[in-house]
């Protein structure tokens, strides 16, 4: 059973580019979220997607962006880049009413950006 | 509002010693805890959660915590350390009723396990 993958691992961009980062969900999972783990700091909320569409959106500006397929498969995009953009971006996949109904979110090994 | 706290930056143990990585909480509602591991350069890994019941949780790798409603606590533990429990540790409660699919994470405990 394959659990979260993500690519690519690494990746270096320049200020002002766009990247666009990968996650696959869990098979049994239908809801992806998004999460940016800075440096030193806990990961923090990006969005929400399930049934294709942005559920729930956290503190962060319109540059970040997503997608999610029909086969449940996700894309975080992020354009202009910000040096403060360089993290570790992490997918995570559950079901569409975790973590509130106290169903697990399962995370995925991240997608580290680096911005110079 | 939402929030966990982790107030220790590092914890150091011996091998073979008992382990207490710290987490205390603050909700409104019925709080829902997790506890996730992330070694180096890796992603994080589900430890344990409370959602209700027995106040001793018990989860993966001989890990479990103790939630503490009158204190506001969801205290990690494990009797006897190993080097490889050497990781980072993230304590996290579920987001509101307005933001159901969100966890809220603690800033993270480093736990360093001595041979």
């Known amino acids: 059973d394959a659990g979260v993958t993500q690519s690519p691992t690494h990746l270096i961009k320049t200020r002002g580019q766009q990247v666009t980062l990968r996650c696959s969900p869990k098979s049994g999972h239908d809801t992806v979220s998004w999460y940016q783990q800075a440096l030193g700091q806990g990961p923090q909320f990006i969005f929400q997607?399930?049934?294709?569409?942005?559920?729930q959106r956290g503190n962060f500006p319109d540059r970040f962006s997503g997608h999610q397929f029909p086969n449940y498969s996700s894309e975080l995009n992020v354009n202009a880049l910000l040096l403060g953009d360089s993290a570790l971006y992490l997918c995570a996949s559950s079901t569409p009413t975790a973590p509130y109904s106290g169903n697990t979110i399962y995370f995925g090994e991240g997608s580290w950006l680096t911005v110079v | 509002a939402q929030s966990v706290a982790q107030p220790e930056d590092q914890v150091n143990v011996a091998e073979g010693n008992p382990l207490t990585v710290k987490c205390t909480y603050s909700?409104?509602?019925?709080?829902?805890l997790f506890w996730y591991v992330q070694y180096p350069n890796r992603g994080l890994q589900f430890l344990l959660k409370?959602?209700?019941?027995?106040?001793l949780v018990k989860g993966s790798y001989g890990f479990e915590a103790e939630f503490n409603k009158s204190q506001t606590s969801f205290h990690l533990k494990k009797p006897s350390a190993l080097v490889s429990d050497s990781a980072l540790y993230f304590c996290?409660?579920?987001?509101?009723?307005?933001?159901?699919?969100?966890?809220?994470f603690g800033q993270g405990t480093t736990l360093q396990v001595k041979p």
């Open positions: 909700v409104s509602g019925n709080p829902y």
């Open positions: 409370y959602i209700t019941g027995d106040n």
């Open positions: 996290a409660v579920r987001g509101p009723p307005s933001n159901t699919g969100k966890l809220i």
């Open positions: 997607y399930y049934e294709e569409e942005e559920r």
